[in-house]
């Protein structure tokens, strides 16, 4: 069982930066891809960003791109994600995720585990 604990998170004025953390621990023999979503309220959970671990390469949803940027530190095994230029569009619980098989339709249920979730809320 891998366990996502996730950190960072909080208040921000629009055009401001925030930086996410997520720490992975637990069995780590099967390599698994490493990601965030985001679930703002009254709307569906959707993918924000992910790292492929063989070849450590991002991918970022178009409302993000040139924005955010996604990291990861194999030996530490977490991820950062780096917001900048914050909108109130991007105010929304943000979750670390780990899937084995990798986000291929970005769909959140290619995920095998969940972090517990950090807000982020960005004021207008």
């Known amino acids: 069982q891998v366990q996502l604990v996730e950190s960072g998170g909080g208040l921000v004025q629009a055009g401001g930066s925030l930086r996410l953390s997520c720490a992975a621990s637990?069995?780590?023999?099967?390599?698994?891809?490493m990601g965030w979503f985001r679930q703002a309220p009254g709307k569906e959970r959707e993918f924000v960003a992910a790292?492929?671990?063989?070849?450590?390469?991002?991918n970022y949803a178009d409302s993000v791109k040139d924005r955010f940027t996604i990291s990861r530190d194999y030996v530490k095994n977490t991820i950062n994600l780096r917001m900048n230029s914050l909108k109130p569009e991007d105010t929304a619980a943000y979750y670390c995720?780990?899937?084995?098989?990798?986000?291929?339709?970005?769909?959140?249920?290619?995920?095998?585990?969940w972090g517990q979730g950090t807000q982020v809320t960005v004021s207008s």
């Open positions: 790292v492929i671990w063989s070849s450590g390469s991002a």
């Open positions: 637990g069995p780590t023999a099967r390599p698994y891809d």
């Open positions: 995720a780990a899937s084995y098989r990798g986000w291929t339709t970005r769909a959140e249920y290619e995920s095998d585990y």
